[in-house]
């Protein structure tokens, strides 16, 4: 016996096909006109507001919101129309929670967007490299959310992974020790990443010392840290790091530092003259800040002393050049007015040579 049936009326079929297809065209363009009209006032609403939060969440969400429109009014369509509904269906299924998805992240990149314009008026830049960390670290956070969960939506549409999903359902136990063992190294990429924005041991923008190495932390990731040196390398740290050893942030509560320049002089230095040209030098000095200003004799060898210049500035990248700019002129001040003060590896031979008094000796 045949098992397939060919006494299909395929004129019946035919029309049914076009039915259905006339019907969807209809739900098409029935939704996308019903977008354009709720679009276009939300438009002229939003025009009316001064503020461009409004305008941003517009933008971001009009894509997926005008498909959202499309999915609903074929789903409208296919509850009059069963050759529809049986096409659609299977397929509304799987796209729902993605349209769900989509418009959830949208709302969050717009939110961010709004937020960081926000900061970019804000005259204390520690606050804003604070808020911009917090945003950086919790949108990813919440961008991971929204994919694990419209996946995991989509997939269990899926009539076989639904039945797979309620198999290990019924060996949780099991399965809980699998994954956690499995997903230990995320999670504890996913637990730093939280601590890092509530906590702020460091934030977008702080310069920190790592390895020996101070740079800008540039991005903060869930998994990994990236660093910019000063000659342009990109260090890459693991987030958990930071929580588990110890670095040097020195910008933490602002840039306003203290640094210093050692200077290793001769014992016989005279070092009133030395104090005196170096407050005057730094004093004058337009990067100088006013706050720190000291000489002092910090360690004395026996054939070497070590002078310790301390000055401060305004932020970081100014301490650094007065410290050079102090360090070349002290040198070259000593050099013009106390060169018996920079160290110089001596021969002392008490008497002359013991062999250069004897006859025959050139």
């Not at 933008?59 to 609903?72: D, V």
């Not at 002092?296 to 305004?314: D, G, H, K, Q």
């Amino acid at each position: 016996m045949n098992p397939f049936r060919w006494d299909v009326d395929w004129n019946v079929l035919i029309y049914e096909i076009a039915v259905s297809a006339l019907v969807a065209l209809a739900a098409v363009a029935i939704s996308y006109l019903a977008y354009r009209i709720t679009f276009g006032l939300l438009k002229k609403i939003t025009q009316l507001s001064e503020s461009e939060t409004d305008d941003l969440l517009i933008q971001n969400i009009r894509s997926p919101i005008k498909w959202s429109f499309i999915a609903i009014g074929i789903t409208l369509a296919a509850q009059v129309d069963s050759g529809l509904g049986t096409v659609w269906e299977p397929l509304a299924q799987f796209l729902r929670p993605a349209l769900l998805g989509w418009i959830a992240y949208n709302v969050v990149k717009a939110s961010v967007a709004t937020i960081e314009a926000r900061l970019e008026s804000y005259d204390d830049p520690v606050a804003t490299r604070s808020r911009k960390t917090r945003i950086a670290v919790l949108s990813k956070i919440a961008t991971f959310a929204i994919v694990v969960i419209t996946i995991g939506l989509m997939l269990f549409s899926i009539p076989s992974v639904r039945a797979i999903g309620t198999t290990m359902l019924a060996s949780a136990g099991l399965a809980a020790l699998a994954i956690g063992a499995a997903a230990q190294p995320a999670l504890k990429s996913l637990i730093a990443g939280v601590q890092v924005a509530l906590t702020e041991p460091l934030r977008i923008g702080d310069l920190v010392k790592v390895d020996g190495d101070a740079g800008r932390v540039e991005e903060i990731k869930m998994g990994f840290i990236t660093v910019r040196t000063w000659d342009e390398r990109l260090l890459i740290v693991p987030t958990s790091r930071f929580l588990d050893e110890t670095f040097e942030n020195w910008s933490r509560v602002n840039e306003r530092l203290t640094g210093p320049v050692y200077l290793h002089l001769d014992p016989i230095a005279d070092v009133d003259p030395i104090r005196e040209e170096f407050e005057r030098f730094v004093k004058g000095h337009e990067l100088f800040d006013g706050r720190n200003l000291a000489l002092l004799m910090t360690e004395a060898y026996p054939e070497s002393v070590e002078l310790r210049l301390s000055m401060s500035a305004r932020t970081i990248g100014d301490l650094w050049t007065l410290r050079c700019e102090t360090r070349e002129h002290m040198l070259k001040w000593l050099r013009e007015h106390q060169p018996e003060a920079l160290i110089r590896h001596r021969l002392e031979l008490p008497g002359g040579h013991v062999k250069a008094g004897e006859p025959g000796a050139p």
